[in-house]
């Protein structure tokens, strides 16, 4: 039996990880000097209620440890799991993968690391075709390489809250979020990993029809069309969110809308009002 393990800068919901038969292990959000488990004691609605008018909080993440990793791989294997598939974060913004890698040596069943060179949602992009993979039979290796050939082809599109954030993150490398935004609001793509302005526009509704065009445009990856994950952050990003849906929704290139948080090891580095989409 194979599990598949993620980390939570996947922004899984607990609902979709329950419906996949995937295990989240989290990342550490430290807010104003006191530590949080994102996804255990601190949601998106909590983690964005410490941003007022009067400024943002002290925000650093962290990844998880080791010993969080072996706990969890030991955990499933007491499960009856015989191998398992771990699938997270790239390695360039995070030494998540390096946590795996060393609790993945002291356990007595295979398990495959992933680098998707990504994060976010698109980790469980990759994540959920390794699973409908598995469903359809495949070994340990082939659903690996179908996580990989997902990171490849992924897609995404948004607008940040704070562009200053993102770029002192280096999270877009070679962007200049903030020198962008002065000529209007920068749409920001990645594809594969490498990230660049898509364009500036001048109003919300102009970001909202960029990111439709740019799922739209998308080379589908199976018969029925893309699947497009839509991703909120606060109550302010929420009409954004909303109108992308409505305009994805029975669109015959588009298979599946679907939706997600940006919750804080994500938004701790965008901030309030962050909005966009992955295609997959």
């Known amino acids: 039996m194979i599990a ?11 609902e979709l990880a329950e419906r996949l038969g995937i295990t989240v292990v989290p990342l550490i ?9 994102e996804g255990v004691d601190l949601d998106a609605d909590a983690f964005y209620d410490f941003w007022t008018p009067d400024g943002a909080p002290v925000i650093t993440t962290s990844q998880p440890s080791p010993g969080a990793f072996l706990a969890t791989y030991e955990a499933l294997i007491a499960e009856g799991v015989t191998e398992i598939l ?17 609790a993945a040596r002291s356990v007595e069943v295979p398990v495959r690391l992933v680098d998707t060179s990504t994060a976010s949602f698109g980790v469980t992009c990759c994540a959920w075709a390794a699973v409908d ?3 359809d039979g495949a070994s340990l290796e082939d659903a690996a390489q179908v996580a990989e050939c997902r990171a490849a082809t992924l897609a995404t599109a948004f607008i940040v809250g704070i562009p200053e954030l993102i770029d002192r993150s280096g999270r877009t490398a070679g962007v200049d979020v903030g020198a962008a935004s002065a000529e209007g609001i920068p749409i920001l793509a990645g594809v ?13 509704s102009g970001a909202i029809d960029a990111m439709v065009e740019f799922a739209l445009t998308h080379p589908p990856t199976s ?5 497009v ?24 290139e588009v298979a599946d809308v679907v939706q997600y948080r940006v ?8 901030g309030p009002g962050t909005a966009g989409l992955f295609v997959f």
Not at 29 to 35: A, F, H, Y
């Open 4 to 14: 598949v393990v993620v980390d939570s800068n996947s922004q899984m919901s607990p």
């Open 29 to 37: 959000v430290r807010i104003d000097g006191t530590d949080h488990v």
């Open 86 to 102: 771990s699938i997270h974060m790239a390695a360039s913004l995070s030494g998540t993968l390096n946590s795996a890698t060393i």
């Open 133 to 135: 993979a598995i469903v």
């Open 192 to 204: 594969g990993g490498e990230f660049s302005v898509l364009t500036s526009v001048r109003s919300v």
């Open 223 to 227: 018969p029925d069309g893309v699947r």
């Open 229 to 252: 994950a839509v991703g909120t952050s606060d109550r302010s990003s929420f009409p954004v969110g909303q109108a992308i849906t409505e305009r994805l929704t029975d669109r015959t």
């Open 263 to 270: 919750g804080p090891s994500i938004g701790a580095y965008t």
